[in-house]
């Protein structure tokens, strides 16, 4: 409220507002918040952020050239901070497919492997298909294909990460996700069999099950002011447009703008939702030992955790009742600062910096969280922990 507004205030009005600030102070210091009065149902949402094989010197040489020495990111004004083990099932090296797996379903897989085991063990449901079986509308947002091996982890179980068709019709025809916001047209209408063995356009039986069906950042924003509850908005073929390569003809979302639609509809609903987004071509960039894009991307990235952060702090029971974490799944490239080594640096200057290996590397990657349950992830933990963590939270909710 301006201050020419509160001169308008009565008496009363002084005084209920002083009411409403005695309940939320009390509220802050004891019990969580409970601004729906206790009524059944209540929402607990999950959200996790993926930048996408970025490590500590991504962070910190983003942080420079954004608010110069000092100054912080977005994601690094959470409130916890830990870390994680990123070994896979099968290597020293992970790949993105068992990384987000075990956050996804809890356990260790082979590299290529999406929440599936090829020897046939029994694998758990994934946290978004537990969240669904609890009325949460579900969400994956992505820069790379919507079938890529983070995103996909999420949604189907599949033995081969490649198999981006079968992925694709899983999520429509199996697993049912709300919203899939990324690229991968082809995927969706493919002509030739995957290495599953899947081939077919899946648009009609996606605009069939009641997907608003959009190609461009005009038609995701019809699609969310129609108010439909699952949309299908994919951007282009094999990733969405770099940052840095984006003119003002781009008509493709940029990730802040994907996860800002993602919220304004799984808000709706009543039960909660579970959300993730990922700044995927930060790893792409770091397989490329390319700086200027790598910048673009983990700029972006940072801006999706502020609409996040924004859409959360609007609301008493939303800070209450939402668990945040923004962790990488793995490092690429072994990105290393240099220089300068006689200077200092101010916003809008470059690090000196080079990369490693091509390739990813096996060291551990931070965690960042805040809200129910997050306390558990300020230790050096294992990357398979913080599937238990999501499912506790949403234990919480049921509980209540
Ligand atoms: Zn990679």
Request: hydrophobic share 40%; net charge negative.
């Given at each position: ?8 205030l ?12 005695a ?20 929402a ?29 990111l ?72 919507i ?10 179980h ?112 009543r039960?909660?939702?579970?959300l993730?987004?990922?700044g ?22 940072d ?44 916003a809008g ?13 096996g ?38």
């Amino acid at each position: 409220m301006s201050e020419g507004q509160a001169g308008f205030l009565s008496a009363a009005g002084w005084q209920r507002l002083a009411a409403v600030s005695a309940i939320a102070l009390a509220a802050a210091g004891g019990a969580p918040a409970r601004a729906d009065g206790g009524e059944k149902g209540h929402a607990k949402n999950v959200i996790i952020m993926v930048p996408d094989g970025m490590g500590l010197a991504d962070v910190t040489a983003t942080r420079i050239y954004k608010h110069g020495l000092d100054g912080l990111l977005n994601f690094e004004t959470l409130e916890h901070i830990g870390y994680q083990r990123t070994y896979s099932a099968n290597s020293v090296i992970t790949d993105s497919a068992p990384a987000a797996s075990a956050w996804a379903c809890g356990e260790k897989f082979n590299n290529g492997e999406i929440c599936f085991h090829g020897d046939g063990r029994a694998f758990k449901p994934s946290i978004l298909e537990l969240a669904r079986k609890q009325g949460k509308a579900t969400a994956l947002v992505a820069t790379s294909t919507i079938t890529h091996a983070t995103p996909a982890s999420f949604g189907a179980h599949v033995v081969n990460r490649n198999c981006e068709n079968e992925i694709a019709r899983q999520y429509i025809q199996v697993t049912g996700v709300d919203l899939l916001l990324g690229s991968g047209v082809d995927k969706f209408t493919s002509v030739k069999a995957d290495a599953c063995g899947t081939v077919g356009d899946l648009i009609p039986q996606a605009k069939a099950k009641g997907y608003a069906v959009a190609y461009d950042k005009a038609g995701l924003d019809a699609a969310v002011a129609a108010g439909g509850k699952k949309i299908l908005g994919l951007f282009g073929n094999g990733g969405t447009v770099p940052e840095y390569l984006r003119t003002p003809a781009t008509t493709e979302p940029h990730l802040p703008e994907m996860a800002a639609a993602a919220l304004k509809v799984v808000e709706k609903n009543r039960s909660g939702f579970f959300l993730m987004v990922e700044g995927s071509q930060v790893d792409w960039a770091n397989h490329a030992k390319d700086y200027p894009y790598q910048l673009g991307e983990m700029l972006a990235f940072d801006d999706a955790v502020k609409v996040v952060r924004d859409w959360i702090d609007a609301d008493e029971d939303r800070r209450e009742n939402t668990l945040l974490i923004v962790v990488a799944d793995h490092d690429t490239g072994g990105f290393a600062i240099n220089g300068p080594q006689t200077a200092l640096l101010k916003a809008g200057e470059k690090v000196e910096a080079g990369w490693t290996t091509g390739n990813h590397t096996g060291v551990d990657t931070l965690i960042w969280s805040q809200g129910p349950g997050s306390k558990a992830l300020t230790r050096a933990i294992d990357n398979t922990e913080i599937y238990g963590v999501m499912v506790k939270a949403l234990g919480d909710a049921k509980d209540e």
